[in-house]
C-alpha cells in the first residue's frame, strides 16, 4: 500500500518482522470493536488485542484519566516516595480481589507487565517460605506448555519449549499438562475427564522431596499454549495436594483476570483459592503497560514479619505503580463496574459457544474448545509445515477483515467483552469461509 512505511532497515528482533515483509499489516487506529489499518480498513478485534483490550478500544473515560494524570504527576518512584493514586488503586484492586473478601487476596503489589508479575509472584513464595523457616523450598513447579511471559523466572517454569531451548542453563520441573485431546475433543466448556493429571503433582513432590518445592504455578485456563481447558476438579485436585505439603499455589491469571470467563477471575470461575495470583493486560485495559501480584494476607504477613522476612529484600520496578497506569487502571475498573463488562462473558458464553461450536466439521478443524469468551479452534497440521495452514487462515481472515490469533496450529480468540451477538456471527462466518478457502 501507498501508507506502507519504508522497510528496506526493517528490523525489531523477535517481533513482527518475523512474518511482517511477506505480508505486512498495520493497524493505525481502534475504536470500540474495531481496528483500522493504514489504509482505512476496518478488521473486527477477534482477540482484544493481545487478550487485553476487554472494555474495547479507545476509550473516552480512560483517556481523559490518563491526560489528567499526565499533566498532573507524570511520574513518582512508588517503592519509594508513593503518590496517592496507586495508594487508590490499590485500595480499589484489594476491594475486588479474586475469591472475594474472604479470600483474603488482597495484599497488591504493582509491576508493569505479565512478566513481571511473574517473577515478582516467584519471588514472593520463594522469600515466604525462606521467612517461616522453609528456606530449603527454592524449587518452583511449573506445567507443560505454561506459558508465564518471556523473563528468565517465566520462561524457566513455562513449558513451551520454544522459549526456553536456546537457554539450556534454566533449571526447570515440569508437570504434564492437561490437555488429552483424543479424549476431550468437541467439548463444550470444561473437560469431563482428566482430574488424574493433577497426581503429576504428587509424583514430583515424591521425585524431589516436599522440603525442596517452594510453590506451583499454573495458568488456571491456559491461553498461549492454545486455550487448554483444566479438566473438571483438577484445580481442586492442585490446591488439596499443594496444601498437603505446604506447597503455595500461584495462579497466573494474567489472561482471565478482569471479566475473561465471565467472572471477575478465574480463580471466582473455579472457586479454588491460590495463594497469589498474577495480573496485567486487562488491569489497564490494555492502554498503560501495568501489571499486579495478589498476595494472600498469610504469604504477605509471613513475609513481612516472619523470623527472616523480607523488609530488607530489595524488589521493586522504575515503573511500578506508575501514577499514568493507575489512573488508567482506576478508570477501566469503572468501565468494568459501570458496564458490567466482568460478568458479561458468562452471559454471552452460551451463544459464544455454540457459534463456535458450528464451525466443527469444516475442513481441517480437529477440536474446538471453549470457556467464557474464548475459543480456540485447532487446525490439522499440513504435511511438514506445522501452523502453517493456521498462518493462512490468519491472513486471510485479516484480509477478510478478523483479527484472530494463532499459535502452532490453534486459532484463538478472545473479543473484547463488549462485543455484540451479531459480531460473534461475523466472527464465525469469515473464519467459516477462511477455514473453506484454506488449502
Ligand atoms: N502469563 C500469562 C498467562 C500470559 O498469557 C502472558 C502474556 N500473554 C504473560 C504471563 C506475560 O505477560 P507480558 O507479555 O505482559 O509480559
Known amino acids: 500500500s501507498k501508507n506502507t512505511p519504508n522497510l528496506d532497515n526493517f528490523w525489531m528482533p523477535f517481533t513482527a518482522n518475523r512474518q511482517f515483509k511477506a505480508a505486512p499489516r498495520l493497524l493505525a487506529g481502534a475504536e470500540g470493536m474495531y481496528y483500522t489499518d493504514i489504509d482505512g480498513n476496518k478488521v473486527l478485534d477477534g482477540t482484544a488485542g493481545l487478550w487485553c483490550v476487554n472494555a474495547g478500544h479507545g476509550r473516552k473515560k480512560i483517556v481523559q484519566a490518563v491526560e489528567r494524570q499526565l499533566s498532573m504527576l507524570d511520574y513518582a518512584p512508588t517503592f519509594q516516595m508513593g503518590h496517592p493514586v496507586a495508594f487508590d488503586f490499590a485500595t480499589r484492586l484489594a476491594a475486588n480481589a479474586p475469591g472475594g473478601a474472604s479470600a483474603g487476596l488482597d ?3 504493582f509491576t508493569g507487565s505479565g512478566s513481571e508479575s511473574v517473577d515478582t509472584a516467584l519471588k514472593i513464595a520463594i522469600a515466604y517460605q525462606r521467612a517461616i523457616g522453609q528456606g530449603t523450598r527454592t524449587r518452583i513447579i511449573g506445567r507443560e506448555k505454561g506459558y508465564h511471559g518471556v523473563g528468565f523466572g517465566g520462561i524457566s517454569v ?53 522440603e525442596t518445592i517452594a510453590a506451583v504455578i499454573v495458568e488456571p485456563m491456559s491461553g498461549s499454549a492454545g486455550v487448554i481447558l483444566p479438566p473438571k476438579g483438577y484445580l481442586e485436585r492442585l490446591r488439596a495436594i499443594a496444601d498437603k505439603h505446604g506447597i503455595l499455589l500461584i495462579f497466573d491469571e494474567v489472561i482471565t483476570g478482569f471479566g475473561r470467563l465471565g467472572t471477575p477471575f478465574a480463580t471466582d470461575y473455579f472457586g479454588v483459592i491460590p495463594d497469589l495470583v498474577t495480573t496485567a493486560k486487562g488491569i489497564t485495559n490494555g492502554t498503560i503497560p501495568m501489571g499486579a501480584v495478589f498476595a494472600s494476607r498469610k504469604v504477605h504477613d509471613g513475609l513481612m514479619t ?33 458496564e458490567g463488562l ?6 454471552l458464553a452460551e451463544d459464544w459457544q455454540e457459534a463456535l461450536h458450528s464451525l466443527k466439521g469444516l475442513p481441517h478443524v480437529v477440536d ?16 511438514g509445515a506445522p501452523g502453517a495452514r493456521a498462518y493462512d487462515v490468519f491472513v486471510d481472515c485479516f484480509h477478510k477483515g478478523l483479527l484472530i490469533r494463532v499459535t502452532g496450529d490453534i486459532i484463538a480468540l478472545s473479543p473484547p467483552l463488549v462485543i455484540e451477538k451479531e459480531q460473534i456471527g461475523t466472527i464465525v462466518s469469515i473464519l467459516g469461509d477462511a477455514l473453506k478457502r484454506a488449502a
Open 306 to 338: 516472619g523470623p527472616e522476612n523480607a523488609i530488607e529484600l530489595f524488589h521493586g520496578y522504575t515503573y511500578s505503580g506508575h501514577p499514568v497506569a493507575c489512573a488508567a487502571g482506576l478508570a477501566t475498573l469503572d468501565i468494568y463496574e459501570e
Open 342 to 347: 466482568l460478568t458479561r462473558a458468562s452471559e
Open 107 to 109: 495484599r497488591v503489589f
Open 158 to 210: 513455562g513449558g513451551l519449549v520454544n522459549n526456553r531451548r536456546v537457554f539450556p542453563q534454566i533449571p526447570a520441573d515440569h508437570m504434564r499438562h492437561t490437555l488429552d485431546l483424543e479424549r476431550n475433543a468437541f467439548t463444550r466448556g470444561l473437560p469431563a475427564h482428566g482430574v488424574e493429571l493433577a497426581e503429576d503433582l504428587e509424583r514430583l513432590v515424591a521425585l524431589h522431596g516436599a
Open 368 to 383: 474446538i474448545r471453549n470457556l467464557g469468551l474464548v475459543g480456540a479452534v485447532e487446525l490439522a497440521s499440513r504435511d
